[in-house]
């Protein structure tokens, strides 16, 4: 059997199709990603810092715990990520008035200006991976059925 007629063939086969979707969708997700690190950059971010000001902006108020859960990153990480965005003025920390050991983070105005400015420009990008993914649904889903 030829080998253009053995690749047609498995293309058919559900496993594949399911293959080639994720692959799909990860492509696009890594475009998407890729686009917010840059536009992070110009807003004066890390694409990290640009995640955790997005959380607790989200939010109006995060105390570590749920921040952690959010990102899907481990306490000293998170920890580390808001010491530094504390010292570069983004973010600050209040005693919670349900429990004193518990800290509740919140942008400063700094953090919330450079934070707006990257969402703003990312908008589009946005509005273009939804987009994606429903014309991937389309696409795989007729290819399945």
């Known amino acids: 059997m030829a080998a253009s007629t053995m690749t047609t063939r498995r293309r058919h086969l559900p496993l594949d199709v399911e293959l080639e979707r994720a692959a799909a969708y990860r492509t696009e997700l890594r475009r998407f990603l890729r686009r917010t690190d840059a536009v992070a950059a110009q807003a004066g971010l890390t694409s990290q810092r640009y995640d955790l000001l997005l959380m607790i902006r989200s939010a109006g108020e995060l105390p570590l715990t749920d921040l952690c859960e959010r990102l899907h990153l481990r306490q000293t990480a998170v920890t580390e990520l ?61 290819a399945s059925g």
């Open 82 to 142: 808001v010491r530094r965005s504390e010292e570069a003025g983004l973010v600050r920390r209040r005693p919670s008035t349900r429990d004193g050991r518990v800290s509740l983070l919140r942008l400063t105005a700094e953090g919330e200006r450079r934070l707006m400015r990257a969402f703003a420009m990312l908008r589009t990008d946005r509005k273009a991976l939804s987009a994606a993914f429903r014309e991937l649904d389309r696409l795989f889903s007729a």
